[in-house]
């Protein structure tokens, strides 16, 4: 069984499925803490039902619904935005820095040790840095209710009757890390639940930002590679062709000096020539009487 290279070797493939299980990891956390969240804002929402009257909450609930936000209010009403948008914005560069990361660590790379090893370093920083912070938003959501950002009543849209329901019903903190297989599974829901009171610090943003950022690197990191390969190459090309010149140029020189015969001969040739009948002579002078007869 032939040996796999070192670019498809196990501990290549731990090397890169770490940090990205490590991310994975920091999401389900996140996702299991914010559905406790949501669960605790719900039953807080039935707590002020109970204790208003149905005319003051019709006329002054929505006063205490929502976070109010004096900056955001200074440009405008608000705009209600489709949540699928963000989540396809937030998951676009994600995508992008995996697919780049792949293909330059993997394939592009070759046998560039250096830059498949600078691609494994971005890929887990990007990817360790984003399980910590899914990890903390998804812990101080549980540990602080606050009201949703958009109020009770986009809330309620978002979790549908079904989620508003079963929010409403009395549950623990170990069920909400199992509600995601529950919700889909057991209870057969085809869309996921959604969250609310989940904006201690926007998930999409430090996403986005994180991952463009991870991807912006990585594809610096190739465009300078690159770049010093095809210099190189270009250098390369270059100095093989000034020897090419200078071999041709030192082949005409010597058979041009060997047409022109031993008399002829001048320059550096000339030095030679007398230096090997001086050696000659002393070797002449050397031997003994008898010899040097037949010399």
């Not at 170990?174 to 904006?199: G, I, K, Q, V």
């Not at 090309?237 to 005409?252: F, M, P, V, W």
């Not at 009948?277 to 009487?289: D, G, H, I, T």
Request: net charge positive; glycine share 6%; hydrophobic share 40%.
């Amino acid at each position: 069984m032939s040996r796999l290279s070192p670019r498809w070797s196990l501990a290549w493939f731990i090397k890169w499925a770490v940090p990205c299980a490590f991310g994975g990891f920091g999401f389900y956390v996140q996702s299991s803490l914010l559905h406790y969240s949501t669960y605790r804002y719900v039953h807080r929402i039935q707590l002020i039902e109970a204790e208003i009257s149905v005319h003051n909450w019709e006329a002054h609930g929505d006063d205490f619904q929502e976070l109010d936000d004096p900056l955001a209010a200074m440009f405008g009403p608000k705009t209600a935005i489709n949540l699928k948008i963000l989540d396809s914005v937030a998951a676009f560069f994600p995508a992008m820095f995996v697919a780049i990361c792949v293909y330059s660590g993997a394939f592009a790379a070759k046998e560039d040790h250096i830059l498949r090893s600078q691609c494994l370093q971005v890929w887990s920083k990007v990817f360790v840095c984003a399980g910590l912070l899914f990890i903390l938003k998804g812990s101080l959501g549980a540990m602080t209710t606050v009201p949703d950002s958009s109020g009770w009543k986009v809330c309620a849209a978002r979790l549908a009757p079904e989620g508003v329901k079963y929010m409403q019903e009395e549950h623990s903190l170990s069920e909400m890390f199992r509600l995601d297989y529950h919700w889909h599974f057991a209870l057969h829901n085809p869309h996921p639940l959604r969250y609310c009171s989940d904006m201690m610090y926007s998930g999409h943003t430090f996403v986005v930002t994180l991952f463009a950022l991870g991807f912006y690197e990585v594809v610096r990191m190739v465009s300078k590679e690159e770049y010093m390969h095809t210099k190189t190459k270009k250098d390369i090309d270059a100095a093989h062709k000034d020897n090419t010149k200078l071999r041709e140029h030192y082949e005409k020189e010597k058979t041009a000096q060997l047409e022109k015969g031993p008399a002829q001969l001048s320059g550096p040739n000339k030095l030679i020539k007398k230096n090997h009948a001086a050696e000659a002579k002393k070797q002449s002078l050397a031997a003994p009487r008898d010899q040097r007869k037949h010399l």
